[in-house]
T-cell receptor, first 116, second 116 residues
Framework: GAVVSQHPSRVICKSGTSVKIECRSLDFQATTMFWYRQFPKQSLMLMATSNEGSKATYEQGVEKDKFLINHASLTLSTLTVTSAHPEDSSFYIC????????????FGDGTRLSIL | AQKVTQAQTEISVVEKEDVTLDCVYETRDTTYYLFWYKQPPSGELVFLIRRNSFDEQNEISGRYSWNFQKSTSSFNFTITASQVVDSAVYFCALSGGYSGTYKYIFGTGTRLKVLA
């Protein structure tokens, strides 16, 4: 149980392209989804928290117009990197939680984004 | 402020050795949750364990065991008879009731290399 699917697993595209990453909870309802960014050999950096049906809460320093997050249902959240540039290249990981601090976050497999 | 410290950046052991990964945390919350995750080279984060602040029982799951000590604010993870498949980065995380979103505070991770 507690499976989170993230798609695509890898994206290579040209600078200026917008890229959409999907995160789905397959067997549970995720009241909260999180989006992280991870640089090589570093820890996960939280970008934003999204609750179903409401606007995402972004961490300090994360551009909300650059990283658009939509959490339209209890099983799907999307992250769109708009007009991506090489500095946006990174490993993006989503997680989903059924809610409450005692519920663990379950992570997707991550998306490796490479902007040429 | 909340903080998680994993002082061991990288550990190398020979197969079948026991290894302990340290995790020290700081929080002002009286109710909080601690987690361990494994990130193999493929990138996905695998949930290993959750511990509530009011439950100091140690836990054993196969070759894995966890030692939670509130007196020293530590939540250490021991792998007994390590195997090559245990090679991964291990993250300790703290979640509390602050801001109501139950965000994780991750440690910087410990890279474990198990040599055959």
């Amino acid at each position: 149980g507690a499976v989170v699917s993230q798609h695509p697993s890898r994206v290579i595209c040209k600078s200026g392209t917008s890229v959409k990453i999907e995160c789905r909870s397959l067997d549970f309802q995720a009241t909260t989804m999180f989006w992280y960014r991870q640089f090589p050999k570093q820890s996960l950096m939280l970008m934003a928290t999204s609750n179903e049906g409401s606007k995402a809460t972004y961490e300090q320093g994360v551009e909300k117009d650059k990283f658009l997050i939509n959490h339209a249902s209890l099983t799907l959240s999307t992250l769109t990197v708009t007009s991506a540039h090489p500095e946006d290249s990174s490993f993006y990981i989503c997680s989903a939680s059924a809610g409450g601090g005692n519920q663990p976050q379950h992570f997707g497999d991550g998306t490796r984004l490479s902007i040429l | 402020a909340q903080k998680v410290t994993q002082a061991q950046t990288e550990i190398s052991v020979v197969e079948k050795e026991d290894v302990t990964l340290d995790c020290v945390y700081e929080t002002r919350d009286t109710t909080y949750y601690l987690f361990w995750y494994k990130q193999p080279p493929s990138g996905e984060l695998v949930f290993l364990i959750r511990r509530n602040s009011f439950d100091e029982q140690n836990e054993i799951s196969g070759r894995y065991s966890w030692n939670f000590q509130k007196s020293t604010s530590s939540f250490n993870f021991t792998i007994t008879a390590s195997q090559v498949v245990d090679s991964a980065v291990y993250f300790c995380a703290l979640s509390g009731g602050y801001s109501g979103t139950y965000k994780y505070i991750f440690g910087t991770g410990t890279r474990l290399k198990v040599l055959a």
